[in-house]
């Protein structure tokens, strides 16, 4: 099997591109010319991050909030639950107290503004 290069390639695209669409070699390097323009400006475009459903965008070290909210979390009535808690395995009162402190942090975390421009 032959193996092409990128620019070869790219060549054999053009040279077909010319052929079925009729286009005659002159108006290869305008094509050339445009192709290299929206190549260029989709290189230098911002480029928004793509959050799957379910994620957030977090800082990488908390904020203070988020670290006093995360501490917080298993004080605070709404997110405890005595009864469910007591029947639980000290394993699973560690992972419940994380859940709790995830969320919390989650919910201090900053909010990134929308752009309006």
Not at 5 to 17: D, V
């Amino acid at each position: 099997m032959t193996k092409f290069t990128k620019e070869q390639l790219i060549t054999r695209a053009k040279m077909r591109l010319a052929m079925v669409a009729g286009f005659p070699e002159s108006q290869l390097a305008q094509m050339d010319k445009c192709l290299g323009e929206i190549a260029l400006e989709r290189l230098t475009a911002p480029v928004e991050p793509v959050v799957p459903d379910g994620y957030v965008l977090v800082p990488a070290e908390p904020t203070e909030d988020m670290v006093i909210a995360g501490f917080e979390a298993e004080l605070r009535e709404e997110f405890h639950d005595p009864e469910a808690y007591e029947t639980m395995s000290g394993c699973e009162q560690a992972a419940h107290r994380a859940k709790l402190c995830w969320a919390a942090m989650i919910a201090a975390a900053p909010k990134q503004e929308a752009d309006n421009g």
